[in-house]
C-alpha cells in the first residue's frame, strides 16, 4: 500500500472517530417542573431544599420573599420556588403559584400549637385556591429531632388524611443519605402525580 493510501485511510478512521465522539449532539435535555414550596418561617424549607440540592448546611438563611433551588433527578429537573413564610410574606404567596405543577407545604411539627394552628390554616387555604386544589402536594412535618416534634396524626387535620395526600415526616437538620433518598422518592411519586 503506499503511503498516499496509508494517510487516506488514516484520515478517513480520523474523520469516523471525530463523528462518532464528536458529531452526536448534545444530549438531550431533561425536561424541567415547576414546584411550590410553602410554609410558616421556620419550618425548615430552604434546610430542607439545601440537602436535597447538595448545598452545604452552614450557608442557610431563612428566604426573605422568594428563592427558587433547581433539585436535579435523572430524569428531570424540579424548578422549586420557595416562598417566604413570614405573615406580611404569605399575603403575597398566589401570586407566585401560576405555572406550579404540584406543591410541598413544609410545617414544623415541634411549633406551638398557635403556630400548628396557622400552619393548617395556610395548608387549607392552600388546598383551596383555583390553581392549586388540582395539583398534587406532599406535606413534610420537619423537625422530627425535637422533643416536642407531633406525629403525622397529632400534626394534620381530618381533610388533609381524607384527601389522600402525602404526608411524610422529616429532619432537614438531620438528613442522611437513606433520608434524603425517601424525600427525593417522595417527589418522584408528587412528581409521577402531576398533571402536564
Not at 30 to 58: F, H, N
Not at 75 to 81: E, F, G, R, T, Y
Not at 109 to 128: C, F, G, V, W
Not at 158 to 171: A, P, Q
Request: contains cysteine.
Amino acid at each position: 500500500m503506499s503511503d498516499l493510501r496509508i494517510s487516506e485511510a488514516f484520515l478517513y478512521m480520523d474523520y469516523l472517530c471525530f463523528r462518532a465522539l464528536c458529531c452526536k449532539g448534545p444530549p438531550p435535555a431533561r425536561p424541567e417542573y415547576d414546584l411550590v414550596c410553602i410554609g410558616l418561617t421556620g419550618s425548615g424549607k430552604t434546610s430542607l431544599l439545601s440537602k436535597l440540592c447538595s448545598e452545604s448546611p452552614d450557608s442557610v438563611v431563612s428566604t426573605t420573599g422568594f428563592s427558587i433551588k433547581a433539585v436535579p433527578f435523572q430524569n428531570a429537573i424540579l424548578n422549586v420556588k420557595e416562598l417566604g413564610g413570614a405573615d406580611n410574606i404569605r399575603k403575597y404567596w398566589s401570586r407566585y403559584y401560576q405555572g406550579s405543577q404540584g406543591v410541598i407545604f413544609v410545617l414544623d411539627s415541634a411549633s406551638s400549637e398557635d403556630d400548628l394552628e396557622t400552619a393548617r390554616n395556610e395548608l387549607h387555604s392552600a388546598l383551596q385556591h383555583p390553581q392549586l386544589c388540582t395539583l398534587p402536594f406532599l406535606i413534610l412535618a420537619n423537625h422530627q429531632d425535637k422533643p416536642a416534634a407531633r406525629s403525622v396524626q397529632e400534626v394534620c387535620l381530618t381533610k388533609v388524611t381524607t384527601l389522600g395526600l402525602s404526608v411524610c415526616c422529616t429532619c432537614a437538620a438531620m438528613l442522611e443519605s437513606e433520608k434524603i433518598s425517601v424525600i427525593r422518592d417522595m417527589l418522584v411519586i408528587l412528581f409521577l402525580n402531576m398533571k402536564f
